[in-house]
């Protein structure tokens, strides 16, 4: 499954579709961090960062997925050994390829977006938060991924309006309906970011476990 | 497909025949394992399958030898070398998969699937657009694979398979597959009452057998 994975993370750059969501990722980070936030307010802005990268990380988990054509899909579930693992071959590229474009932003953030480093706990909810928004960017680009959406113009809009409702539903009282991404960048202005991070946690992770075993069922009848 | 049901025995080969869209990738799909069948089961796969498909998907960015390297990884470390050099592909290797012609790129797609030494070889259209020498390599291919005890499934319009002594052949007809003889014929005696006889032959001719004197037990 690993050398599947490396396959499908090669083809993506070998193809230089990753320049795009690359180029897009830069150009945002370069508007977020044009100028240095003041101390005291790191966490706020690493968070909100955080949650403006989650299309481009869908959009770059969608196009890895998409990379490869339907008869090379197939091929590859064959060889190596099965559809569950071709999925699951594809889902870790997605996420790999997510995490190295965060880690850009972040460490952006870091060096020439904020005035210092917030302390341990605040890093560390940062960081989990980090891990939450590249998880619901692969989520999200798997589901808008040829594979479930054959129609380029119906996925892409599926894909900004699923981030758009996410960004809605999550800022209304009914935010747990949702992966609470607004509630995030509120709980990080006001301090309390350690403080909800397991509730806030646990509501992103439960959303985005049921949006991949919701993509794994779609699969069975869409290889 | 509708009422399918077949054993294959390890060293068997199938030459599966109908015309377009009659079910025969969908057949290959489900014995491939690509496809699950909405009612029945197909059990005793063997592990390891190999699967040729019809057109070499070419819109991938590695050459030849790179893409055939990443499938031999996934197929843990597979040797594609021989195959590639059986199949006449040394000049091809440095060359991008999108600058192949389609037999060209047929030939990557049969070396993917035959480095992993299948148990289940599955070939859709196997023959088409290769070269005459790939064309008189295959069959032979076949037969190894067979003697060695791989079942060898081929979609086959052109017949590129069909002296092989072994082979057994189904014709898929609207999703249901019938084993027969293609090409060679038999002829079946019955017995049967005098005054069914007409019917009988009628009901032969409508389903297009060839129906040949009418002996009587006087006559005979």
């Not at chain 1, 999550?170 to 909800?196: C, D, F, G, H, Q």
């Not at chain 2, 199949?87 to 091809?92: F, I, V």
């Not at chain 2, 998969?97 to 289940?120: I, N």
Request: glycine share 10%.
């Amino acid at each position: 499954m690993i050398a599947l994975t490396v396959f499908r993370v090669a083809a993506y750059i070998r193809s230089h579709r990753i320049f795009q969501a690359l180029l897009l990722m830069l150009a945002l980070i370069a508007i977020l961090y044009g100028s240095r936030a003041p101390k005291g307010a790191e966490t706020e802005v690493l968070t909100d960062a955080a949650v403006l990268v989650i299309p481009i990380l869908a959009w770059s988990s969608r196009s890895l997925l998409d990379t490869e054509p339907d008869q090379q899909r197939a091929m590859s579930a064959i060889s190596v050994g099965g559809r569950l693992r071709e999925l699951g071959a594809g889902l870790l590229a997605a996420f790999a390829t997510s995490l190295v474009l965060i880690a850009l932003a972040l460490g952006w953030g870091l060096v020439l977006g904020v005035s210092a480093v917030p302390g341990p706990e605040e890093f560390a909810a940062v960081l989990t938060l980090y891990g939450l928004a590249t998880l619901t960017g692969v989520t999200l680009g798997a589901l808008t991924s040829r594979a479930i959406l054959r129609s380029p113009a119906i996925s892409i809009m599926t894909l900004l309006l699923g981030f758009l409702v996410m960004l809605m539903l999550s800022a209304s009282p009914l935010y747990w309906l949702t992966v609470p991404v607004i509630t995030w960048m509120k709980s990080a202005n006001s301090a309390e970011l350690t403080a909800r991070l397991p509730e806030l946690a646990a509501i992103s992770l439960a959303w985005c476990l049921l949006g991949l075993a919701c993509y794994a069922w779609l699969r069975r009848t869409r290889p | 497909m509708k009422d399918v049901d077949a054993h294959l025995d390890p060293g068997d080969v199938i030459e599966v025949a109908g015309v377009n869209g009659a079910g025969k990738s969908t057949l290959l799909r489900l014995l491939a394992g690509l496809t699950r069948p909405s009612s029945g089961t197909i059990t005793d796969r063997p592990a390891v399958v190999g699967f040729a498909p019809d057109r070499f998907p070419l819109e991938q960015p590695f050459t030849v030898s790179g893409y055939l390297r990443h499938m031999s990884r996934i197929r843990g470390g597979a040797r594609w070398e021989p195959w590639a050099e059986r199949l006449g592909m040394a000049h091809l290797l440095g060359l991008r998969l999108g600058e192949l012609s389609k037999g060209s790129a047929h030939k990557v797609g049969l070396t993917q699937a035959l480095m992993c030494e299948p148990g289940l070889l599955i070939l859709d259209e196997p023959f088409a657009g290769l070269d005459a020498d790939t064309r008189e390599v295959l069959p032979s291919i076949v037969t190894e694979l067979s003697e060695g005890g791989a079942i060898v499934v081929a979609s086959d319009h052109q017949g590129g398979l069909r002296h092989l002594p072994s082979i057994r052949h189904w014709t898929v007809v609207d999703g249901v597959v019938k084993e027969g003889t293609a090409g060679q014929r038999a002829t079946v005696r019955v017995d049967l009452p005098v005054d069914e006889v007409r019917s009988f032959i009628a009901r032969m001719r409508d389903e297009g057998y060839r129906v040949h004197d009418i002996v009587t037990e006087e006559q005979s």
